[in-house]
């Protein structure tokens, strides 16, 4: 089966640009996590939705981060506008959530560079 | 809220000899599972092993096994036989299973040396 995809794979933008990720799951996979993984550090969830509804965006930076789902398929994840700080490497995981299947799936992220 | 603590940031093995890694985490949920993720350099993250908070049965998987003790809050990675293959960053995580929520810790950088 194929994997997590995500485009693009890196991404260098000046402070106060926009940029967009964008991620398809695996098929049939129900739940789609978007961490930020800053260099060193584990990675940090953003939002979480299941089918098309978010479960939790509690961490995801609001006045800048914005992420949709559409149909319950593919994902996008907006930074408008970027700060120096946004520089990480953004993964978009998925899971299945039935048959007793509950381990994420990750792409191969997205690396973000903010000069 | 739940926490996921790894205090080992690196550690290094012989090829062939046994490492542990250490994991501990903080909740007052009981549905819950728990994860060992490996991160190659510039590779992307896979699933090394998982354990059901429910079952008491240690997980194993080929080299790789977990020492899960459920009261001390704790799941340890142990890696037999390391290969060279092995060298990667290690992500303990907790996922709580009402919500689907996973927490990762900060990882463990293993170098298996040669």
């Known amino acids: 089966e194929a994997g997590v995809a995500q485009s693009p794979r890196y991404k260098i933008i000046e402070k106060r640009q926009s940029v967009a990720f964008w991620c398809n799951p695996i098929?049939?996979?129900?739940?789609l996590y978007w961490y930020q993984q800053i260099l060193g550090q584990g990675p940090k969830l953003l939002i979480q939705?299941?089918?098309?509804?978010?479960?939790?965006d509690s961490q995801l930076p609001k006045d800048r981060f914005s992420a949709e789902r559409l149909k319950g398929v593919d994902s996008t994840l907006k930074i408008q506008p970027a700060k120096l700080e946004d520089s990480a490497v953004y993964l978009c995981?998925?899971?299945?959530?039935?048959?007793?299947?509950?381990?994420?799936?990750f792409g191969p992220g997205t690396r973000l560079t903010v000069t | 809220a739940q926490t996921v603590t790894q205090s080992q940031p690196e550690m290094s093995v012989q090829e062939a000899e046994t490492v542990t890694l250490s994991c501990t985490y903080d909740?007052?949920?009981?549905?819950?599972?728990l994860f060992w993720y490996k991160q190659p350099p510039s590779r992307q993250m896979i699933l090394v092993i998982r354990?059901?908070?429910?079952?008491?049965q240690n997980a194993t998987e080929n080299r790789f096994s977990v020492n899960f003790q459920k009261a001390a809050k704790s799941f340890s990675l142990k890696i037999s036989d390391s290969q060279l293959g092995d060298t990667a960053m290690y992500f303990c995580?907790?996922?709580?299973?009402?919500?689907?929520?996973?927490?990762f810790g900060t990882g463990t950088r293993l170098k298996v040396l040669a």
């Open positions: 995981a998925s899971s299945l959530w039935a048959g007793g299947s509950y381990e994420q799936y």
């Open positions: 098929s049939g996979h129900a739940t």
């Open positions: 939705f299941q089918n098309n509804g978010v479960v939790d």
């Open positions: 909740t007052s949920e009981n549905n819950y599972y």
């Open positions: 354990q059901e908070a429910y079952k008491q």
């Open positions: 995580a907790f996922m709580n299973g009402g919500t689907y929520k996973y927490i």
